[in-house]
């Protein structure tokens, strides 16, 4: 399976992959230079057969399409739709290629710096997110006539205007299912110069079939242009309220999980009860009223993550990688030779993940990929000074090295979609990058060519 060809040259051939898949402290020193070896771009055994949006094995047929037809559903104001929301259902915004790609919509975020230079989300005037739609007036629950107003950027934001484009789910399952000793050898492996930063965070709904996992323990971030979430489960009910303003309750292992539970207000001002949206009360004791859909008492240990959560979770996890396209082996070999001779593979890693034998998250064990991401967080001098409230400068301009699978389905590029194609965002990168982009810029007519066509064949 090895995707790694000896140089025909006899050069001493050291390989950023070996370092990077033993644990901490096992002897591996990192600093490691640039990589004299002949690389391919795409592993020659990944499957061309496969169309984007194809599940992985480890579902039946029923059981995606019914997770599938839950991701594309369009919620309306019955379902808990608003007060305030950027769409209507997860399908009108991940597009590109099939459902769960990329998209096209721009994400619009704010913030402020205090004197101290600490991060403030001001989530108390609606932030960091600005939800770009209301409702609009309304028949509230109680006949009263409801207008929840439209978010706007406030006043005292300093940090104004962000963009977020939607990022591709493509094996976003196979990422889930990796320990976080994977991505930490990662950092380790890495020269210091391009070190990225593991981002552990809380982790406030866990897959429950994993035993490492549990609520309000923490592991390594992995999803989102700052790898802030670690579970599809938690990005799952993060986005069903942030994007479209339906807000769940889920128990694990009997702890009942509200982080969820409560509706967005547009900058700051709470919507009357029954002016949220019109979804019903449940009137279940512990749990907001504004819940639009609870699970209930957890008592007696009870593990359940709300239905439309645990769909599009399980959708996502089983959404495989999208295929690439067929590519003349010489062009792939020396494309990737030429990303790894430049160090666009110290961050983008051309080495193969492999999943757990028996994944908790129920994808297939032993299973190879290449995202050609470390999962770790670097400033390359696009950050975007938008971070969680009390961060520092430095860490609100750290973004997560990006995916490059599937990219020929791709549009916009970078976290802000401010490029159109590859070689655009390969400009943008300076800082922890800057070397390789020079690198880049230099490279003859023919090296980045087949540098490119490699990059475009996935
Ligand atoms: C309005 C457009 C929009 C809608 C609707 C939307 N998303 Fe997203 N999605 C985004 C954007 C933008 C990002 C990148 C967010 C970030 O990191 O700031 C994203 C990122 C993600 C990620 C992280 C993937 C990665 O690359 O690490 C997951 C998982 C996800 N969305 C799931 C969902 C689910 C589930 C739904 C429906 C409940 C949904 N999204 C609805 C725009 C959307
Ligand atoms: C120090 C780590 C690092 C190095 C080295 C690096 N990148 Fe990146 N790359 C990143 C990060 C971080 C992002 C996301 C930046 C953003 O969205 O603002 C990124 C984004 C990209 C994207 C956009 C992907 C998307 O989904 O939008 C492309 C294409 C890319 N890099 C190609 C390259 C190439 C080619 C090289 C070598 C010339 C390279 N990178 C070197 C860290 C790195």
Not at 415 to 427: F, K
Request: proline share 6%.
């Amino acid at each position: 399976m090895s995707n790694i060809i000896r140089s025909r040259l006899g050069h001493h051939a050291r390989v950023l992959a070996v370092c990077s898949s033993v644990v901490i402290g096992a002897g591996c020193s990192g600093g490691e230079d640039i990589v004299d070896e002949e690389v391919a771009f795409s592993a020659v055994d990944q499957p061309l057969t496969a169309v984007a949006g194809d599940p992985l094995p480890g579902i039946t047929a029923a059981d995606f399409a019914a997770a599938k037809e839950a991701f594309e559903t369009e919620e309306e104001l019955e379902d808990g739709v608003g007060p305030i929301f950027n769409e209507i259902a997860c399908g009108n915004c991940h597009t590109e290629g099939a459902i769960g790609g990329a998209g096209v919509q721009i994400e619009r975020r704010f913030g402020r710096f205090d004197a101290a230079g600490r991060f403030d989300d001001l989530a108390n005037r609606g932030g960091s997110l600005r939800q770009l739609f209301t409702v609009g007036p309304f028949t509230g629950l109680n006949g009263q006539s409801c207008n929840p107003p439209l978010e706007v950027e406030p006043a005292e934001a300093n940090v104004r205007n962000v963009g977020r484009l939607t990022t591709p789910l493509f094996g976003a399952g196979l990422i889930d299912s990796l320990p976080d000793s994977a991505i930490i050898a990662n950092a380790n492996a890495q020269p210091a110069a391009v070190r990225g930063t593991i981002n552990r965070v809380r982790v406030l709904i866990p897959n429950p079939n994993d035993p490492t996992q549990s609520v309000g323990g923490t592991r390594v971030g992995r999803f989102g242009w700052k790898a802030g979430v670690a579970t599809l489960n938690q990005f799952s009910a993060d986005a069903y309220v942030n994007e479209m303003g339906i807000t769940t309750q889920h128990c694990v292992r009997g702890v009942s999980i509200l982080d969820f539970a409560t509706e967005s207000k547009p900058n700051g001002i709470t919507s009357p009860l029954g002016c949220d949206d019109r979804a019903p009360p449940h009137g279940v004791a512990g749990i907001p009223a504004e819940t639009d859909d609870p699970v209930g008492s957890c008592a007696g240990g009870l593990t359940e993550i709300q239905d439309d959560v645990a769909l599009f979770a399980q959708f996502m996890t089983f959404l495989a990688p999208a295929p690439r396209v067929a590519i003349d082996p010489n062009v792939n070999l020396r494309g990737g030779t030429v990303f790894n001779a430049i160090g666009c593979a110290q961050c983008h890693l051309l080495r193969d993940y492999v999943t757990p034998a028996r994944p908790a998250n129920g994808v297939p064990g032993n299973f190879t990929f290449r995202p050609r991401s470390d999962f770790l967080t670097h400033d390359i001098g696009t950050g975007d000074n938008i971070g969680n409230d009390g961060d520092s400068q430095a860490t609100t301009r750290r973004i997560r090295t990006a995916p490059l699978w599937g990219l020929h389905h791709r549009t916009h590029f970078l976290h802000d979609g401010r490029a159109t194609t590859i070689e655009g965002a390969i400009a943008q990168h300076g800082g922890q990058a800057a070397a390789s982009r020079s690198a880049f810029n230099s490279l003859s007519a023919g090296d980045r060519a087949a540098m490119l066509a490699a990059m475009r064949s996935d």
